[in-house]
């Protein structure tokens, strides 16, 4: 697991393989991370976008952007916190994700920007 804290706000991320398969006759390796964020400032805050940029050991780097998260824009008040699941497909049994969250201050109305840390995305019968 590896987490960051950027203005109070905690995100810790848990990643796992979850197996090959071929799509478009090309074989894709699928990679599911949990994500948990929580809120140790004074303040409500609210997650409104994401940004990733995602790597892939024989492709370029994928660039997604989007509103919430999972379809979802979660309102964290002070010692709440938020956990969710997704995934991602590569081409090869190794990568990684990085990025941020868009988010808004509720008292002082001012938009900031949360850290997600690196995390590799590798297959474990890839590793030495």
């Known amino acids: 697991m590896v987490t960051q804290i950027t203005r109070g706000i905690k995100i810790s991320v848990l990643t796992s393989f979850e197996g090959t398969y071929f799509k478009n006759y090309k074989l894709h390796f699928a990679f599911s991370y949990e994500i948990t964020i929580e809120n140790h400032s004074k303040d409500s805050v609210q997650l409104t976008s994401r940004h ?4 892939d050991s024989l492709n370029e780097i994928e660039i997604v952007d989007g509103e919430g998260v999972i379809g979802k824009k979660p309102v964290l008040k002070p010692g709440e916190s938020h956990t969710y699941s997704s995934g991602c497909l590569l081409s090869s049994p190794f990568g ?27 297959a474990p019968f890839a590793l030495n």
């Open 52 to 55: 990733w940029e995602i790597f």
């Open 96 to 122: 990684a994700m990085r990025g941020y969250f868009n988010m808004i201050n509720f008292t002082s109305t001012r938009n900031f920007r949360v850290i997600v840390p690196n995390f590799r995305l590798s």
